[in-house]
């Protein structure tokens, strides 16, 4: 499920990306064009020799870059890190620095050379060129025979074809992994793999040892099954009741304004919450596209993390205090028991096969739209006492 969540909200980001133009970099006023450009014009002898001149002394990003963009191609030597988000990505240059990319497609040509360590979530990745350390999540992983990995290689992929050279430790988690047999050594270091089908000794192709695991073979006992689900089911409990006995002592009116917020306000928080749940990721990814609004960025994707990881304690509370409601029930001890039965109860129904990926979403949703509608109306109450 979380594999699923992941990949949707990567779908949504790339999708807005499509819908955008905008490129930001530090050193130019306008920086949608990264690449050089490229005349139609026909030109002299002379000036064939001027533009190879030119060629082999390129220019130099003396800063950050920043790239927001549909297709986006670097052939200029940046000396800084790369954040760069857009649909069809090209390193075609050395980048002195670390490098960042959200993308469809991301290709490094013969000629790039990344010097830092590259962070990437893509579609496709195909690595023709060097770079120092990779991780990356993607659907598709090429490293060409021309393609080098100086030190380690961490991937998660569908699939992943290494026909170039690892120079030190691979890490990998696919289920359809190719290696190169030809030409000698393809991993200097240790390899690492998790996938269903085994790879078998790779002698001369790996020179250190070599790992494997099925993540789709358990060799757990019933008794450590169920030990698992007790263990995870209590977690569960432990941090529903963190929150509620948190709550109880600062803001005890809250658990009443969530409950009114749920039955009275029901469809407006549900599509605050789905449009919480696409839009302040996104709105995360903007902000830290520049180095003055990185800080609220980083931030406001931490607040949404930790707003999510309690949904499920908020929803357990307002349906406890509704169920107490309607039944007027008044003592406190009584409200805390029923918000551990229907917490047992919704985590329960995450468990279910299929449909709990499905109650994961809605849970998620309803319980920021409660979250996020009760703060806003209680800065509108809290005005209202002012005047």
């Given at each position: 499920m979380k594999t699923k969540m992941f990949k949707l909200g990567l779908v949504i980001a790339i999708i807005l990306m499509l819908c955008t133009g905008a490129c930001f970099a530090a050193e130019e006023a306008n920086t949608t064009n990264v690449t050089s450009e490229v005349s139609t014009t026909t030109t002299t002898p002379e000036a064939t020799a001027e533009e190879e001149a030119t060629e082999e002394e390129p220019s130099i990003i003396s800063d950050?870059?920043?790239?927001?963009?549909?297709?986006?191609?670097?052939?200029?030597?940046?000396?800084?890190?790369a954040h760069i988000f857009g649909q069809d990505v090209t390193i075609d240059n050395q980048i002195i620095g670390n490098l960042f990319v959200i993308a469809d497609t991301l290709t490094f040509t013969e000629k790039s050379y990344v010097q830092g360590t590259c962070?990437?979530?893509?579609?496709k990745i195909v690595v023709k060129g060097m770079v120092y350390d990779l991780y990356s999540s993607s659907t598709d992983l090429s490293i060409a025979s021309s393609g080098i990995v100086y030190r380690d290689l961490r991937a998660l992929s569908s699939s992943v074809d290494i026909q170039g050279r690892v120079g030190r430790n691979a890490f990998i988690g696919s289920d359809d992994i190719t290696i190169a047999t030809d030409a000698g050594s393809r991993i200097y270091g240790n390899l690492d793999y998790s996938s269903s089908k085994d790879l078998g000794t790779l002698?001369?192709?790996?020179?250190?040892?070599?790992?494997?695991?099925?993540?789709?073979?358990?060799?757990?006992?019933?008794?450590?099954?169920?030990?698992?689900?007790?263990?995870?089911?209590i977690a569960e409990l432990l941090f529903t009741t963190v929150l509620f006995l948190l709550i109880l002592w600062l803001t005890p009116k809250t658990i009443a304004?969530?409950?009114?917020?749920?039955?009275?306000k029901f469809p407006i928080s549900l599509g605050v919450g789905v449009l919480a749940l696409i839009a302040i990721p996104l709105v995360s990814i903007f902000t830290m596209v520049?180095?003055?609004?990185?800080?609220?960025?980083?931030?406001?994707?931490?607040?949404?993390?930790?707003?999510?990881?309690?949904t499920s304690a908020i929803l357990s509370i307002s349906l406890a205090k509704l169920i107490c409601d309607r039944f007027h029930l008044e003592?406190?001890?009584?409200?805390?028991?029923?918000?551990?039965?229907?917490?047992?109860?919704?985590?329960?129904?995450?468990?279910?096969?299929?449909?709990?990926?499905?109650?994961?979403?809605?849970?998620?949703?309803?319980?920021?739209?409660?979250?996020?509608?009760?703060l806003i109306y209680g800065r509108k109450k809290a005005k209202e006492l002012e005047q």
């Open positions: 950050d870059l920043y790239s927001f963009s549909t297709d986006v191609t670097v052939n200029k030597i940046v000396d800084g890190n962070y990437v979530i893509a579609n002698e001369g192709i790996v020179e250190g040892t070599v790992t494997h695991s099925n993540p789709s073979s358990s060799n757990l006992t019933t008794g450590q099954i169920v030990m698992n689900y007790v263990v995870n089911a304004n969530w409950k009114e917020t749920m039955t009275k520049s180095e003055f609004t990185i800080g609220i960025g980083i931030a406001l994707l931490t607040v949404y993390i930790l707003s999510i990881c309690i003592k406190k001890v009584i409200l805390f028991l029923i918000t551990l039965a229907t917490c047992l109860v919704l985590w329960a129904l995450k468990q279910i096969p299929y449909l709990g990926g499905y109650v994961v979403i809605f849970i998620t949703i309803v319980g920021l739209g409660i979250l996020i509608e009760n």
